[in-house]
């Protein structure tokens, strides 16, 4: 197969943590031809998806003393081609978030791929339907009580009504903007002001979960069906989990309800494309479902001695092979 990955610039990547990196080292070893873009370098021509696309070769990371290192040239890249997509058997869009009007300008671009021909890794309809925090909302059994609001008075009656609450941007990213409130903080109005940029953007509240503590989990779904999970827990006085801002990660199992959880989002996931998932789970309670660039999978494969981007680039050779169209 030809593969297309849209991420940021290489050179930034952190290939001992970095999913895309390992999706582009398996379909590597497992035959494929890799290629890579960035999303400005997107363009459509007479109607047709095209990009400035690069091949590259890599040298994949090695397990030492219990994690990965990368050799310190680990990538080469090649001549840059101006391609039609179309000529890819699949695109990865692998864009780091936050979503914003240069992303969705080029999930745009990415309409323009024609799905009978080119399997797009996550849908660009399913991308821009999904917001990695208002997306969990529509699964009501799954999820802890959560409001949506700008208005601070909706925000203190419901944190009020908890006890304690953590408020997320909508737009945030790896933990960043994520806050824990309490009522009774003297700087509750400052902080939804500053959150809700004076009442003009609205935040996600939800009642916080003591089992935070124990971790946030963060699963991954091939199509709906979970192949993998980690456990993220907070260190320190870190009260987030997330890897971003230190979290520790530790190996982990996916639970009855867990998998329950799962299928209940699988045919939503499987309508709107969202092929490459990583949901988040604290205490037995569906958090975030994020679609843009799923973390997880170099963690996974370190503590459960396994290799989830085998798993799915075999997924794409059969798709592909099997002409399944994804809209």
Not at 227 to 255: C, D, L
Not at 264 to 282: C, E, M, N, S, Y
Request: aromatic share 8%.
């Amino acid at each position: 197969m030809k593969l297309a990955f849209i991420i940021d610039p290489i050179e930034y990547l952190n290939p001992g943590h970095d999913t895309s990196v390992a999706l582009m080292e398996s379909a590597q070893a497992l035959g494929h031809e890799v290629w890579v873009t960035q999303s400005n370098q997107l363009s459509v021509v007479e109607g047709k998806a095209w990009a400035t696309l690069a091949p590259v070769t890599l040298k994949p990371v090695q397990r030492v003393e219990g994690r990965w290192v990368a050799a310190e040239s680990w990538y080469e890249v090649g001549d840059r081609l101006l391609c039609l997509l179309e000529q890819m058997d699949a695109v990865f869009m692998r864009t780091d978030p936050p979503v914003t009007v240069p992303y969705l300008y080029a999930t745009y671009v990415l309409d323009y791929i024609d799905s009978t021909k080119t399997l797009v890794i996550n849908a660009p309809k399913g991308l821009r339907t999904a917001n990695e925090k208002m997306y969990a909302l529509q699964f009501t059994q799954a999820i802890p009580e959560t409001i949506v609001s700008q208005d601070k008075q909706v925000i203190r009656q419901f944190v009020e009504a908890k006890g304690a609450a953590v408020l997320k941007p909508l737009g945030g990213k790896a933990g960043e903007g994520i806050l824990f409130m309490e009522s009774s903080d003297r700087n509750f109005n400052s902080i939804v002001e500053i959150s809700t940029h004076q009442g003009k953007v609205p935040v996600m509240v939800q009642n916080y979960l003591p089992a935070a503590k124990e971790g946030d989990k963060r699963i991954i779904l091939l199509n709906g069906e979970p192949i993998g999970a980690v456990n993220r827990i907070p260190t320190g006085k870190e009260f987030r989990g997330n890897m971003a801002v230190g979290g520790r990660v530790a190996s982990t199992q996916i639970t009855q309800r867990e998998y329950e959880i799962c299928a209940q989002l699988a045919p939503t996931l499987q309508r709107d494309g969202l092929i490459f998932v990583g949901i988040d789970i604290i205490g037995g309670y569906l958090t975030e479902v994020n679609v843009t660039s799923p973390t997880g999978i170099r963690e996974i494969d370190l503590l459960d001695d396994v290799c989830l981007g085998n798993q799915v680039m075999e997924w794409v050779a059969k798709t592909v092979a099997g002409s399944t169209t994804v809209a």
